[in-house]
C-alpha cells in the first residue's frame, strides 16, 4: 500500500529558501509520474509541480516557476522540492501526490493517497 511522508517545512522570510522531502513506501511498479502541490488556508489544492519518476523531467506552474526545482531519487524512493525567492503567497501545506495511470496528474481529485502534508510559512 502506498504511503507518502512530506517534511521540511517550516517558517522562512520572504525571500528565503527551503527544500522539502516526499518520502513514498510501497511506491507501485509503472509509477510514472510524482507531483508536488500545495493548499492555502480556505483555498483548492494547487499544483506546483511534477517529475516523471523515471526520466526525471519535471513540469512547473508557472507562479513557481523558475524558483522551485523537483528532483527524485529512484533508490530511495524520495522526492524533493527545492524552493527558493519565496513569497508569502507560498504558504500554505504542502503534498506529494503519485499520479494514477489513465489520469491527468493535473487532476487532484483523482488522486488516491495523500501524506498529511508539511506547513511553509511566508510572513509577510
Known amino acids: 500500500q502506498l504511503r507518502l511522508e512530506e517534511s521540511g517545512g517550516g517558517l522562512v522570510q520572504v525571500g528565503g529558501s527551503l527544500t522539502l522531502s516526499c518520502a513514498a513506501s510501497g511506491l507501485p511498479s509503472g509509477t510514472h509520474i510524482m507531483t508536488w502541490w500545495r493548499q492555502a488556508r480556505g483555498k483548492e489544492r494547487e499544483f506546483v509541480g511534477a517529475?516523471?519518476?523515471?526520466?526525471?523531467?519535471?513540469y512547473y506552474a508557472d507562479v513557481v516557476k523558475g524558483r522551485f526545482t523537483i528532483s527524485r531519487d529512484i533508490a530511495k524512493a524520495t522526492m524533493s522540492l527545492q524552493m527558493n525567492s519565496l513569497q508569502p503567497d507560498d504558504t500554505g501545506v504542502y503534498y506529494c501526490g503519485r499520479a494514477r495511470p489513465g489520469y491527468s496528474y493535473l487532476d487532484a481529485s483523482s488522486y488516491d493517497s495523500w501524506g498529511q502534508g508539511t506547513q511553509v510559512t511566508v510572513p509577510s
Open positions: 517529475i516523471t519518476w523515471i526520466g526525471g523531467r519535471a
